[in-house]
């Protein structure tokens, strides 16, 4: 390690030195309190050994702001009976002591102790930024499928609410040339890349098939295959996927793993669930897979929420979950006033009070007239 030793103390200064030096480390000494912070930026220290007599107080405070992304020890040299001292340069942020004049083993041993920490911070800023690279890969995957989706469509409206740096949650659809509407809500195992390996996968089967015009069951067979042959055992995507026949005035869901969507019927008199039948995509073998498919034939104004389970299983600062009969309620109540997506929105971030989400949370609203 590259040591800076700041003592006024020139005899002191000299010997610690070459003791430091005698380790194996490399020494340089300053004996002003002026000289610290130049030599501090012109050495670029791995560690910094301070005399308590030496130096302002905030001496400690302007080299960890010098240090910038760097953890860089600041230890002062001390009496330890001094109290007072120690509880200065703990408020100044000083990261150890050691006793002044300092006893060669128990030098060694702390630096020794300072060594693997610096070391342990290293690797963790190693991983630090290994783990932002990809939360930034995960990110541009997912962007990029999302963006795929057809223009807005008047009869969606869909909200995230992200409980990370952003939502692992996968929302898409299609409209093709014939009228029909696909939609697919996914939910992956994990959170970042390990969600975002199965993204582009399942939404390439997604939108082919959806713009050939394939039925819900074979979309998610497809899917199914694709993810069963990818991911390692233990993930998965709990998903719904739905069609919307507009000319027969029917409606095709196929649900594994997700809470079953609910429809509301004239501005919120009626709510009723859908089943959920299925395991979720990428757990079944392709020849094992066998998917049941729900079809309605809903009424004019009838309106159908899908959302993930980051949504009813909110737990406010109470410990409440958020849970489906609030939802039911919250559909109850929707009187046309406003959207009934944020009639839903606004009833999920009052009970939340001003907390973040520990899961994804994502919504969408299909209107059908």
């Given at each position: ?6 003592d ?70 001390t009496p ?23 006893n ?24 630090k ?26 009869e969606l ?7 990370g ?78 069609e919307v026949?507009f000319?027969?005035a ?16 004239d ?44 949504l ?40 939340m ?17």
């Amino acid at each position: 390690m590259k040591i800076l030793v700041a003592d006024g103390n020139d005899a002191s200064r000299a010997q610690l030195c070459q003791f430091l030096e005698s380790d194996g480390h490399r020494a340089v000494g300053v004996g002003e309190a002026d000289g610290v912070m130049n030599s501090f930026v012109r050495e670029s220290p791995d560690m910094v050994l301070i005399d308590c007599n030496l130096g302002p107080e905030d001496l400690s405070q302007q080299i960890k702001l010098r240090s910038h992304q760097r953890f860089v020890p600041v230890v002062y040299m001390t009496p330890m009976a001094d109290e007072a001292a120690l509880g200065k340069f703990v408020e100044g942020g000083a990261d150890d002591f050691i006793e002044n004049p300092a006893n060669r083993l128990a030098l060694r041993a702390k630096i020794m102790g300072i060594e693997r920490t610096f070391r342990l911070y290293n690797d963790l800023e190693s991983f630090k930024v290994k783990a932002e690279q990809e939360i930034k890969l995960a990110r541009h995957m997912f962007d990029a499928v999302t963006r795929r989706r057809s223009q807005d469509l008047g009869e969606l409206s869909s909200w995230v609410w992200a409980a990370g740096h952003f939502s692992g949650d996968m929302l898409i659809y299609e409209k093709n040339i014939s009228g029909r509407l696909y939609i697919m809500l996914g939910d992956f195992t994990g959170h970042g890349l390990a969600a975002a390996v199965g993204v582009i996968p399942a939404s390439d089967a997604f939108f082919s098939l959806a713009e050939r015009g394939a039925e819900v069951a074979e979309i998610a067979a497809e899917i199914n295959r694709k993810l069963y042959n990818m991911l390692p055992t233990g993930h998965f995507c709990a998903a719904c996927i739905a069609e919307v026949d507009f000319d027969q005035a029917l409606l095709h869901v196929w649900n594994g793993g997700l809470p079953p969507p609910m429809m509301a019927v004239d501005e919120g008199k009626a709510v009723a669930r859908m089943k959920s039948q299925n395991l979720p995509l990428g757990i079944l073998s392709p020849a094992d897979f066998s998917p049941k498919v729900e079809t309605l034939a809903p009424s004019s104004r009838t309106s159908v929420v899908f959302y993930s389970d980051g949504l009813v299983e909110s737990v406010n600062a109470r410990g409440e979950m958020f849970g489906e009969e609030r939802l039911e309620v919250a559909l109850g109540r929707y009187s046309g006033s406003s959207t009934l997506l944020n009639t839903i929105k606004k009833k999920v971030i009052a009970f939340m009070d001003g907390l973040d989400p520990v899961d994804d949370i994502t919504l969408l609203t299909l209107r059908l007239e």
